[in-house]
Every structure is written in C-alpha cells, then in structure tokens.
C-alpha cells in the first residue's frame, strides 16, 4: 500500500499545481465602467456549446487507474475525459455522474487488464479500441444523450 501513496500524492500535487498556475496565468478580463447593453445567462463551467448542435461535459476528477501485473502495481494511469452529449443535455451527464463514472471506470479498468496501458499505450490503434470502449459504455448509461467521449488527456507513472 505504502508505494501507491507517493505515485497518487504526486498526481494530486501535480493536478493541484496546474490549477492554480492556469488561474494565475489566466488573463485577467478587461474592466470598463459603462453599464452592459444586454443581460447575458450564466454560463455552465463544465459547458462548452459549438456550432454542430452539442455540447461537451468535462467530468470531474481525474481517472487513476492502476497497471497490475504479476499480482503487482506496475504503474498508474491518469485521464480526463469528456462526454460529447447532445444539446441541452450536460444535466443529465451531471445528475447521473457517479454511475457514469463508474462504467467508465470499470472499462479503464478492463482495458488495462487487456494490456491496453502496456508499452505503447498510445499507439493508434490501442488509442482506437479505448475510445470505442468507452465510448460504448458512456452511450449504454445515457443513450439518447452521450454521442461520444473525448479523452483529454492521459499520463502514465511506472511505479
């Protein structure tokens, strides 16, 4: 157990770092003193409407998952992903997320199972068949609203 601690508190240290340096990096918004024309909603953070009619749910919290061989850790994987869902329909990811997240990490899990995160786990073709598996998991929870899952990033940590 003790060797899974330092691998996890770096990721977390890591992920905290690079939030806080993108906030402070971040340019800051022009500030002028006329009064706005117009009245706009609120955005939704986790929101990002384009022109093709669907939006995109980033998911909270990144997916660790462990590289076990031989009954051992080997290494750990680190991902964010996002659904590609229909318009309108980030509420619904949202309102159902732990069970998405669930699926979805329990095909991260039989990926790496598979050998998915072995060697060249960023291979095309293992890339491919991971997309596909969790684009078929996210779509088997919410059918008539997830149409695909962006993986936005992925690191792997030998332990």
Do not use: C, W
Request: cysteine-free; glycine content about 8%; aromatic content about 6%.
């Amino acid at each position: 157990m003790k060797p899974f601690i330092l691998p996890i508190a770096f990721v977390l240290v890591g992920g905290g770092a690079g939030a806080g340096a993108g906030l402070v990096l971040s340019p800051k918004a022009e500030t002028t003193h006329e009064a706005p024309s117009e009245v706009h909603e609120a955005a939704d953070p986790h929101a990002a409407p384009t022109d093709h009619g669907v939006e995109y749910a980033k998911l909270n919290n990144q997916f660790v998952v462990p590289v076990v061989r031989d009954g051992t850790t080997r290494a750990i994987v680190a991902l964010n992903l996002s659904a590609e869902v229909v318009s309108g329909g980030q509420s619904e990811v949202f309102a159902v997320e732990p069970k998405l997240r669930d699926a979805l990490f329990a095909a991260l899990l039989d990926h790496a199972r598979m050998g998915g995160f072995d060697e060249d786990y960023t291979d095309g073709e293992n890339m491919h068949l991971l997309r596909d598996s969790l684009r078929r998991t996210a779509v088997s929870v919410l059918p008539e609203t997830i149409t695909d899952v962006m993986i936005l990033d992925v690191t792997r940590m030998e332990i």
